[in-house]
């Protein structure tokens, strides 16, 4: 674990990177294209220009998000003097790459067909070393304990065809990593950023179990540890009416994803505004550290910057090739 | 006995530039290691940077000030040797504390402020005037530290 005397320079540097990020000019300005095309061509003008031109198909956005993210992340690797606070942020990259190669395989044995094109670039494993151990079930040198956790996998599918308990598996590695990561860094934002993640996305299970209709003891092996808040906690919320939820977890920060839960409608235009507003809150954990000059938190917040700034692009990207309403777009829009 | 004097004197001396230079540098390493962030994606704010990274720079040479003026008092610098018995010797000790203790904490203080000033013209380079006050105000200290020293150092009589 490196001195947070020794961010200096990296939290300087970030500091300038940050005067790359979108501003809000740039997105009135997505907001304000008719179409896809006129959208495009407003990203050319940004930090993502260079990539957009590089494209051989005009009307795709996705394969320059990604160059701009991995970009962004060959960068930071470069100077950050902990290795941990970037392979967080890609950790689930390498989650998502194994469940599509994962998925792939168990498809080909049942006569489907693999998508490689789904597999990203911005995991921590290159892609085709995780091909490569995957398809020839060498999984000895898979790093972060995947040589365990792939095998069990597997195993598991190979038992039950439940491709759901393969996910759940995977998913419970991804936390206990990113736990494990950032309890070895030992810094206070990092762990807090960790354990708020797992808050936040047992929250979200919750919710979409409540709406399939699961009841407590169907959704515990969906909920993670490791969090701030008790499983248990977590999962006595199906059994109450979503409108209380906030009221129930007020004695933790992750309540604040849910203020506001009151007014919806109904638990599916909860889910919709959760997504965003598990986003802020995440970001609202982190925000707090930008006013410290050494703190190595500020590398978070940037990725996290990033990651969310990715996220109002592709939203918008993809309303606006959809025709979506404008009001509605500008409603998901995280805050970055 | 003498000699012990001018030892204690030339000890005074020693300190007020040793711990002042120290950290100054330590002052200035923070700040440039900051500018070298910013500089590596803007280079344009080279002049703004180093202005901030200089600021921290300046406990060293009121340190150096005040060394100076101790060997003067005991004759060190040119002319002949005076006598300093122990009790003056001290003293002059005792005048090179406070820029060697305030000019030592200070510069490091300063350094982390304008490291912090450094990442403020980063994002808002329109913020510049503001972001000199903020280390500058810490100078404050370490110009009272000087002058107590300077002071005393005139009072002793030799």
Redesign the interface.
Known sequence: MADP?DY????????????RLLDQGVYQRLLDSEDLPSALKVMSETAYGKWFLEQQNENTFEPAIESELKHVYTETEQ?VPDPCLYRIFRLPYDIHNIKVLLKGIFKQKQGGQRRLDLLTSLGNIPVDDLVMAIESEDYRLMPFGFHRTVPESVSIWEQTHDILQVERILDQALFSLQIKMADEVAFEGVKLFARSRVDTENIRNVARLKRMGFDSSQAAPFLHNGGSVPVEKIQSLINEPYEGWERILSFADVSRTLSGAQDHADLDSLIVDLEKSIDDFLSWVLAKYKYS??APENVLHYLWMKETEAKNVRVLLIGIGNGAERTVLRRLLRNV | MDQLGIMLAVLGAALAAGFSGSGSAIGVGIAGESGAGIMTEDPGKFGLVLLLQALPGTQGIYGLLTAFFAILKVGLLGGAVVSVNVWQGLGVLFACLPIAIAGYYSAIAQGKTSAASIQMIAKRPEETGKAVILPAMVETYAVLALLMSIILLNSIQI
């Open positions: 005397a200096g320079y990296a939290v300087s540097r970030l500091r300038a990177m940050e005067n100077f000059p050494f």
